[in-house]
């Protein structure tokens, strides 16, 4: 049989439906409770009665709603037993749960947010709770949410949007804002971010974003004039290295800072530091995909796993240094290394597979740095 915790726990357990009803308008009370089964001994029948009738509205003066009725029981003679259990107004629910103020403030809040933002009702009705949760920040929530309403894709830096809120509010929080706009702003103002994985939210609302910079060395000094560089060695944002089309040119790819610096004259060559795995930001750029390009990166499990990633996203991908002949030649220079763990890398061609599965086995490394320059000159000379 139910007992005056347990109603209460029950009672609460309905709160975001009673808030959802306050949207809706839908009814909620009376709302019910099981009374369950007889407990199978005397004792614990009689201190439940008690308890209930001790807690209920007629006793206290709000909260649940007892019906009793009298029976003669097979085992326990004539007894009062509850019939019906349930809460009848808003007043007793919500005092017997002690929300009071809570649903007064959150009554409030509604009213703002419906006022001016009448097109979020789907997401009210959906996290009513969430109502509550940011109950202090409502004002701000909405200022926010009609400025990008009325500047769609504002292409500026959070800390630029002219919104009157203090400076981190955006960024501290982003999550509800997201859920926000994209409740109330029409699709094709958004834009996908599926698999993203960083600043998702200002890739989300065209918001612009610390961009990862791409270093470029012109290994070609006509193309500094061609294309009116200020200089040789640059980086530039993400967005606007993807501007630049050198696609008739040959890019060269070195996985390490030294030998991007010490790169000897191309002719119509280019080179970009890829800083590791920081190539993978490389996959965005269309006109590299027509570019000719050549990845020259360290002799380890590592070098090999960038290298076929690189491939992946560029098919065209020739490796340069990263064969049995230069690691013959410079072995002297291998190194101990822990955890070189080798796993299937489709992308790379027979001699490359055998190099990378015995530098994994033998846990090795000869780093770029190694190889001399006047052997990288040689190799560089003839492409």
């Known amino acids: 049989m ?51 009738t001790e807690q209920a509205k007629q006793s206290l003066g709000y909260g649940y709603h007892l019906e009793l009725e009298s029976r003669n029981t097979r085992k326990y003679g004539v007894q009062s037993l509850p019939t019906w259990i349930g809460i009848e107004t808003e007043q007793d629910y919500l005092k017997l749960i002690k929300k009071t103020q809570e649903v007064a403030r959150f009554r409030l809040d509604l009213e703002l947010i419906q006022s001016h933002l009448p097109e979020l009702k789907p997401w009210l009705c959906q996290y009513p709770l969430k109502v509550i949760e940011y109950r202090d920040r409502w004002s701000d929530l909405i200022k926010v949410c009609q400025y990008f309403q009325q500047h769609p894709q504002p292409n500026l830096y959070i800390r630029e949007l002219p919104i009157r809120v203090h400076t981190k509010f955006i960024e501290q929080n982003k999550r509800v804002l997201r859920e926000l706009l994209e409740t109330i702003l029409p699709a094709a103002q958004l834009v996908s971010v599926e698999g993203e994985k960083d600043y998702t939210f200002e890739k989300r609302f065209s918001l612009r974003y610390r961009e990862p910079l791409i270093r470029l060395r012109l290994l070609d000094h006509s193309l500094t004039t061609r294309y009116g560089f200020p200089a040789t060695d640059m980086s530039v944002p993400l967005s606007e290295f993807r501007q630049l089309d050198l696609a008739p040119h040959r890019c060269l790819i070195t996985e390490n800072l030294m030998n991007f610096l010490t790169l000897p004259p191309v002719e119509n060559g280019f080179a970009i530091f890829g800083s590791g795995y920081g190539v993978r930001a490389l996959k965005s750029i269309p006109w590299l995909s027509t570019c000719p390009i050549f990845y020259w990166g360290d002799l380890d499990v590592d070098g090999f796993k960038i290298l076929s990633q690189l491939r992946a996203d560029f098919p065209q991908v020739i490796s340069m240094m990263m064969d049995w002949a230069t690691f ?42 190694h190889v001399h320059q006047t052997y990288a000159n040689t190799i560089l000379s003839n492409l």
């Open 328 to 369: 013959e030649i410079f072995r002297d220079f291998a190194v101990p290394v822990a955890a070189a763990i080798a796993e299937p890398l489709p992308q790379l061609t027979p001699d490359e597979t055998s190099l990378y599965e015995h530098l994994a086995q033998c846990q090795q490394r000869l780093e770029q740095e």
């Open 2 to 52: 139910i007992d005056p915790a347990q109603i209460k726990k029950k009672a609460a357990s309905r709160y975001s439906k009673f808030l959802r009803s306050i949207i809706t308008g839908d009814s909620f009370f009376p709302t019910e409770f099981s009374v369950g089964a007889m407990p199978k001994d005397y004792p614990t029948l009689s201190r439940t009665i008690i308890q209930l």
